[in-house]
């Protein structure tokens, strides 16, 4: 399975991104995807993660409310819509995929195959 994250940039504090896991290897409609983030200097946070269908979803406190996670099974994309940016959300992100679990989850160490990140600077 290959993960490629896109759609990072600048942003002002206020605007939105949407972010795209595409996914390639495999049968995409049998693994979750989560989305992570990793500010400089922190340490990988979760931010958001999806079910083999999109029936269920799991979102971090900090970006409930103003990031949407959803999935394209017929395009193996994943995307991460982010409203309403912060300062704080400045952070690379990374699409992780979990062949293993049929229930979504937050732990990073629970994912199989990593993307290579993207950056997303968001300007107050």
């Known amino acids: 399975v290959q993960l490629q994250a896109s759609g990072g940039g600048l942003v002002q504090a206020g605007g939105s991104l949407r972010l795209s896991c595409a996914a390639s290897?495999?049968?995409?409609?049998?693994?979750?995807v989560g989305w992570f983030r990793q500010a400089p200097g922190k340490e990988r946070d979760f931010v958001a993660a999806?079910?083999?269908?999109?029936?269920?979803?799991s979102y971090a406190d900090s970006v409930k409310g103003r990031f949407t996670i959803s999935r394209d099974n017929a395009k193996n994309t994943v995307y991460l819509q982010m409203n309403n940016l912060k300062p704080e959300d400045t952070a690379v992100y990374y699409c992780?995929?979990?062949?293993?679990?049929?229930?979504?989850?937050?732990?990073?160490?629970?994912?199989?195959?990593w993307g290579q990140g993207t950056l997303v600077t968001v300007s107050s």
């Open positions: 999806i079910s083999r269908s999109g029936g269920s979803t």
């Open positions: 992780a995929a979990d062949l293993r679990h049929s229930w979504v989850t937050t732990a990073g160490a629970q994912y199989d195959y």
């Open positions: 290897g495999g049968i995409f409609g049998n693994y979750a």
